[in-house]
C-alpha cells in the first residue's frame, strides 16, 4: 500500500527518488502526458523502509538491482502539481545511487500513476536549468552534491 492519501485540502504523499549520474548526466522520467522531467523513484510502502523502497522502485522501473550510495536530500514541498492542478504536501528522501556498468543496458519497465508508459533520458547537468524538472533544487544542488544530508524545504502553495 502506497503512503499518500486525499484529504479534503488535497493530497499527501511520502516518496523516495533516485540521483543516478553518469557522464555528468542525470537519468530522469517523463511521459507523454507531463509535460517536466521528474526523478526515478515513487512512493514509499507502508511498512517499507526508505532504503527498501528506493531499491524496489529503481528495479520496478529500470529493470536492474542498483545499490545506494547514500542518503543525499530531505525535501518536503507545498505544490500544484502542473498538469493535474492537485495540491500536495510531500516528503521525500532523494537517494545518490551507485551507477553499475550496465546501466546502458536498462529498459523502460514503468509505467505512471495514470497507467501512461514513462520514458527516460540522460540530461547534462550543467545544462539542467533549461529544462521543467521536479524537484526544482536539481538545477542548482546537483551542480555541487552536498556530502551530508541536505535539508531542502519549497513552498510553492499552501
Not at 102 to 123: M, R
Request: charge should be negative; glycine fraction near 4%.
Amino acid at each position: 500500500m502506497d503512503l499518500t492519501f486525499h484529504t479534503s485540502e488535497g493530497r499527501f504523499n511520502y516518496r523516495v527518488g533516485a540521483i543516478i549520474i553518469k557522464n555528468n548526466k542525470l537519468l530522469v522520467v517523463t511521459n507523454r502526458k507531463a509535460s517536466y522531467f521528474y526523478s526515478v523513484g515513487g512512493r514509499v510502502n507502508y511498512n517499507e523502509t526508505c532504503e527498501e523502497a528506493i531499491k524496489r522502485e529503481v528495479r520496478e522501473e529500470l529493470g536492474i538491482d542498483m545499490d545506494i550510495d547514500r542518503a543525499i536530500f530531505f525535501h518536503e514541498q507545498f505544490f500544484d502539481e502542473k498538469d493535474s492542478k492537485e495540491h500536495f504536501h510531500e516528503i521525500a528522501m532523494y537517494y545518490l545511487m551507485k551507477v553499475p556498468d550496465n546501466i546502458s543496458d536498462i529498459n523502460c519497465c514503468s509505467v505512471a500513476e495514470n497507467g501512461i508508459e514513462e520514458e527516460f533520458t540522460w540530461l547534462p547537468i550543467d545544462s539542467l536549468s533549461n529544462y521543467t524538472i521536479f524537484p526544482t533544487f536539481f538545477t542548482t544542488e546537483l551542480l555541487d552534491l552536498p556530502k551530508n544530508l541536505k535539508s531542502i524545504v519549497e513552498i510553492q502553495k499552501r
